[in-house]
């Protein structure tokens, strides 16, 4: 399960104790599983300004959990086919650890948590942390909306021509279908036309086809092509005749196409296609190879192969995989994820360490505590907790959230005794 709970309680003697107490409650119980959440002391400034601070982090919790959920969800788009890799890249920067950067994944990231010193200097004001957090997060926003922007623009290009190439021979490109041969070019007086004829209606088309008009002629129809429903024919005919041909040709139900062969247009469709692919391969590693790849990717791969495995040396002695080469996109992706998801889970340490001073006072003495629910057993957890703690609280009972206490956060979910905060690492929502 991947949905976990933040909750604080105020030190009794020690923090230690306020562990014990709530650890053995739940976790010999199997209620929970419990790891310790550690928040460092950090300046806590005026009550006005912990009050007021409540608020704007609970507007800056929603808004880059979205963020995180965007970047997650578009990194699925993205991927495509790959789309059961993508756990696998939604990965937290664990800091630096002497000259290596761990990745963790982000159930371990959560259970690990260790404030980031570097990212977020503690000898800064809570506020001035925030608005650190705050616009770092805009960026990666903009930054995503332009990005997917772009990619968006590309893909549907690709997709629009893609389309083209299949479909109903009304409609479809034929540029993969005819040949020069096919066609009386460079004549002052002759053309040759393509016509869509159903298949049930090929047995009249070659009866009556060089009596539609006058000026056919005779014997130049040829089947170039069929789908499951029509053919595709040519005929040569005289241009003075091609207005009289279509009107006769569109009577008896044969669709004359209007295409014209121009073999430096077609050339350039082809030429187009390849390049929106080949961009749209270049944003990340493709899974599997197309048919049309051949040689020229089996030497890519080959190359990226030895280097591999020469990275891979290097990286196992500092206890890392090495991982395939990946496109801007994908990079991209992976490297802001990690730093909306590590500034989320930052903002959720301020809310618990705000929340927990305007609760229980000065000096500061509580403990954060993380804990992983059994699924079937959340409901008894809550009772659990609610018995522990509702002495912290003199009405002992949940408050509804639509109540607005200042200070306290109700707008999106209940209040109880203890500081209470969901986090929930199930990001993707694959239909």
Wanted: net charge neutral; charged share 25%; with cysteine.
């Amino acid at each position: 399960m991947t949905e976990f709970w933040l909750i604080s309680a105020p030190g009794e003697k020690n923090c230690q104790q306020t562990w014990d107490k709530m650890n053995t409650a739940t976790a010999q119980t199997n209620l929970s599983t419990n790891h310790k959440f550690n928040i460092p002391e950090l300046k806590v400034g005026t009550l006005d300004i912990l009050v007021g601070l409540s608020d704007e982090l609970a507007k800056l919790d929603s808004f880059v959990e979205s963020v995180v959920r965007k970047v997650a969800q578009y990194m699925a788009d993205v991927l495509e086919d790959s789309r059961d890799k993508v756990q696998e890249n939604l990965l937290a920067n664990g800091g630096n650890t002497t000259a290596t950067q761990f990745k963790f994944d982000l159930v371990t990231y959560v259970t690990r948590f260790h404030w980031d010193m570097a990212k977020y200097p503690i000898k800064q004001s809570l506020k001035n942390i925030s608005e650190i957090m705050s616009k770092q997060v805009s960026q990666i926003d903009n930054d995503l909306k332009a990005r997917a922007s772009a990619y968006n623009s590309l893909k549907g290009n690709l997709q629009s021509l893609e389309r083209k190439n299949v479909g109903s021979l009304l409609t479809r490109s034929l540029a993969d279908i005819v040949k020069k041969e096919d066609f009386v070019l460079d004549s002052e007086y002759l053309i040759t036309l393509l016509v869509v004829v159903p298949k049930t209606s090929y047995p009249d088309w070659e009866k009556t086809y060089e009596t539609l008009s006058e000026m056919v002629v005779p014997r130049s129809t040829k089947l170039l092509f069929e789908d499951q429903d029509s053919g595709l024919f040519s005929v040569t005919l005289f241009r003075k005749a091609i207005d009289d041909f279509k009107h006769k040709a569109r009577e008896n139900k044969f669709m004359v196409r209007d295409f014209q062969y121009n073999e430096e247009e077609m050339k350039a469709d082809k030429e187009e296609m390849t390049r929106l692919s080949t961009d749209k391969k270049k944003q990340f590693v493709c899974v599997q190879l197309s048919k049309f790849d051949s040689l020229l990717n089996i030497i890519k791969s080959s190359t990226m192969l030895l280097m591999k495995r020469e990275k891979k040396i290097s990286n196992d002695n500092n206890g890392q995989s090495a991982s395939a080469p990946q496109g801007p996109l994908v990079r991209w992706l992976k490297v802001n994820f990690s730093e909306a998801f590590i500034a989320w889970i930052h903002i959720k340490a301020l809310r618990v360490f705000t929340e927990s001073v305007l609760r229980y006072g000065l000096p500061v003495n509580f403990q954060a505590m993380l804990l992983q629910p059994n699924r079937r057993n959340m409901k008894k957890l809550r009772e659990v907790l609610q018995d522990l703690y509702k002495h912290l609280d003199s009405s002992g009972t949940v408050i509804d959230a639509s109540m607005d206490i200042p200070g306290l956060n109700l707008s999106q979910q209940e209040y109880y005794p203890y500081v209470y905060y969901k986090i929930d690492c199930n990001l993707l929502d694959f239909k």
